[in-house]
């Protein structure tokens, strides 16, 4: 059995993108080394969502994904340039993707800002 796919693996999960024909660019900051083995296969699998929703519904426009990370937490954001469209209703609720959306953030905190270092008074 092969690992999960990882923040290592989404450069990897773009090219395959561009291979099949849907122009995807991806930019990066911050160190992937801060992000936990879940929240890499997170990052993952929501990036190979957005951009399966974009081949099938908006084959024609270019993709951008923005990875950004920091201690405090990662945010990821696809974007799809192609111009902003009434869906068809039908479409709409065939259950197959979401026609008419141009861009999914997500972010996940990498640290628990509601842990607190507690000291008993003396």
């Given at each position: 059995?092969?690992?999960?796919?990882?923040?290592?693996?989404?450069?990897?999960?773009?090219?395959?993108?561009?291979?099949?024909?849907?122009?995807?660019?991806?930019?990066?900051?911050?160190?992937?080394?801060?992000?936990?083995?879940?929240?890499?296969?997170?990052?993952?699998?929501?990036?190979?969502?957005?951009?399966a929703n974009i081949a099938k519904h908006a084959p024609a426009s270019k993709a951008q994904v923005d990875l950004a990370i920091s201690p405090a937490a990662?945010?990821?954001?696809?974007?799809?340039?192609?111009?902003?469209?009434?869906?068809?209703?039908?479409?709409?609720?065939?259950?197959?993707?979401?026609?008419?959306?141009?861009?999914?953030?997500?972010?996940?905190?990498?640290?628990?800002?509601?842990?607190?270092?507690?000291?008993?008074?003396?």
């Amino acid at each position: 059995m092969a690992p999960e796919p990882g923040i290592a693996d989404i450069p990897e999960l773009i090219n395959d993108f561009v291979q099949a024909g849907l122009p995807v660019t991806l930019g990066t900051d911050g160190e992937p080394g801060l992000v936990s083995a879940a929240v890499g296969l997170a990052l993952y699998r929501i990036t190979q969502e957005s951009l399966a929703n974009i081949a099938k519904h908006a084959p024609a426009s270019k993709a951008q994904v923005d990875l950004a990370i920091s201690p405090a937490a990662a945010v990821l954001r696809v974007v799809n340039d192609l111009p902003v469209r009434v869906p068809d209703v039908a479409q709409a609720r065939d259950g197959r993707g979401l026609p008419g959306m141009r861009s999914v953030r997500a972010e996940i905190p990498l640290s628990d800002s509601s842990q607190r270092s507690w000291r008993c008074p003396r």
